[in-house]
């Protein structure tokens, strides 16, 4: 299973763009990378997830790098709502293994 | 939409005692998941499910049972419960299939569970 390195916490200011950085140095050539987060008292929710293509939705974008040692993902303009703890797991689809995650502060 | 529904969402428990932590689904997905989560980490997983009549175990499964009788419940049993078990239980549901859309995973709201 890879490794991943978030930071413990981050900040950002409301309505600005928020870049969660990960390593995940380990990765095997067939793992997605998959972004999760958890707003509080709540369970996980999926935010987005991409194998070597920078991916965009409704929520975010995925940034990889080009060797997939790393990603990064981009919240364009975070809110209130966006305050949560962001898991980044690099894995197949079966078995997903939580690391302790990046937990975003924003402030109004 | 139900989605994936946990039952119950308190609990507290004496040592030594059982209970049965319920999950349903109505997504007809097939996987599913048992994770826990201790106070200021992230989730682990303690048993998944491919269908019905398949279960395999994750990384935490001591002191824990599984069954998968139909698609829709996944429930997770702890036979002597032990303060070690004290965390919140979050179950989680996925299509299978190719496409990226059908590997997402859903969660149910989770089971706070005590062992005093």
């Known amino acids: 299973d890879a490794k991943t390195t978030q930071p413990n916490s981050m900040e950002s200011n409301e309505e600005e763009p928020v870049h969660l950085p990960c390593n995940h140095s380990?990765?095997?050539?067939?793992?997605?990378i998959h972004w999760y987060r958890q707003l509080p008292s709540q369970g996980p929710e999926y935010v987005i997830h991409?194998?070597?293509s920078n991916v965009n939705n409704r929520m975010a974008s995925l940034a990889i790098a080009e060797d997939r040692k790393s990603s990064t993902l981009i919240l364009h303009r975070a809110t209130l709502r966006d305050a949560a703890v962001y898991y980044c797991?690099?894995?197949?689809?079966?078995?997903?293994?939580f690391g302790s995650g990046t937990k975003l502060n924003v402030k109004p | 939409n139900a989605g994936v529904t946990q039952t119950p969402k308190f609990r507290i428990l004496k040592i030594g005692q059982s209970m049965t932590l319920q999950c349903t689904q109505d997504?007809?997905?097939?996987?599913m998941y048992w994770y826990r989560q201790d106070p200021g980490m992230g989730l682990k997983l303690i048993y998944y499910?491919?269908?019905?009549?398949?279960?395999d175990k994750g990384e935490v499964p001591n002191g824990y049972n599984v069954s998968r009788s139909t698609t829709e419940d996944f429930p997770l049993r702890l036979e002597l419960a032990a303060p070690s078990q004290t965390s919140v239980y979050f179950c989680?549901?996925?299509?299978?299939?190719?496409?990226?859309?059908?590997?997402?995973?859903?969660f149910g709201a989770g089971t706070r569970l005590s062992v005093l």
């Open positions: 989680a549901s996925r299509e299978s299939g190719a496409g990226l859309a059908k590997n997402i995973q859903y």
């Open positions: 380990t990765i095997s050539g067939t793992d997605y």
């Open positions: 991409g194998l070597t």
């Open positions: 797991i690099p894995s197949g689809f079966n078995k997903f293994y």
């Open positions: 997504m007809n997905h097939n996987y």
């Open positions: 499910s491919v269908g019905a009549g398949i279960t």
